[in-house]
């Protein structure tokens, strides 16, 4: 028989494998067949996570023994992929595993049974049973990439830089709205100056001869 499992993107639910694996390949055959499922390189370190039907954590299988700070929980004495086989760790008709792919980008896919399947003659295994939707890029530099000190001071002056600019331009703006301002007082004087010789106001401020009004 072959297990059928349904894997998918936490965040990406419209990118979806259904993998075909048999109960005696191990967690190592379930991590490269995944890896080659989604076109990724294979070369970082990842853990599967035994979970409940809440999608809780349970126990842990290593890709392998880390070291330093690149373990991801800290359990040492998880066991390790090429060691453990798949029908260990199964133990619901529905199982769940967590599948986590780098540990410093934290892929995350969710992986499902959902059938028992007769296993075929004609068929090698673990295989790629369907795909649905295309995988994302692997090294995007737009999923939680973290900047070195270089790349955060070249990345600030860019912001100094468009803020600047934006700054200048505001500042421009602002006296040709005040040159504007300033035109628009001199037309409204000259207008009121007009009006002011067409109906004779304007001599009156400089004075008129009684004998001139009679």
């Known amino acids: 028989m072959v297990y059928r499992f349904k894997i998918w993107f ?13 109960p ?21 370190l990842a853990s599967f996570f035994v979970s409940d039907d809440r999608w809780r954590k349970i126990s842990e299988v290593k890709k392998a023994k880390p070291s ?11 066991p390790l992929m090429q060691d453990t086989k798949i029908r260990s760790c199964v133990n619901d008709p529905h199982q769940r595993f967590i599948y986590i792919f780098d540990y410093s980008v934290q892929w995350t896919l969710l992986c499902e049974l959902i059938s028992i399947e007769e296993s075929s003659e004609k068929q090698t295994y673990p295989r790629i049973y369907r795909t649905e939707g295309k995988a994302p890029r692997q090294h995007n530099e737009g999923k939680f990439k973290m900047l070195d000190d270089n790349e955060f001071d070249t990345l600030a002056e860019k912001i100094l830089a468009a803020k600047g600019i934006k700054s200048l331009l505001v500042e421009h703006e602002e006296e040709l709205l005040a040159e504007d ?5 001199d037309d409204l004087d000259e207008e009121e100056e007009e009006d002011n010789d067409e109906f004779g106001f304007g001599a009156l401020g400089e004075g008129i001869d009684a004998d001139d009004l009679k």
């Open 181 to 185: 301002d300033d035109d628009l007082d």
């Open 24 to 44: 005696s390949h191990t967690f190592m055959d379930f991590n490269n067949i995944i890896q080659e499922a989604i076109g990724f390189d294979n070369k970082e």
């Open 10 to 22: 936490e965040d990406m639910d419209d990118v979806v494998r259904w993998i075909e694996i048999k």
């Open 68 to 78: 330093g700070d690149s373990d991801l929980t800290g359990n040492a004495s998880a």
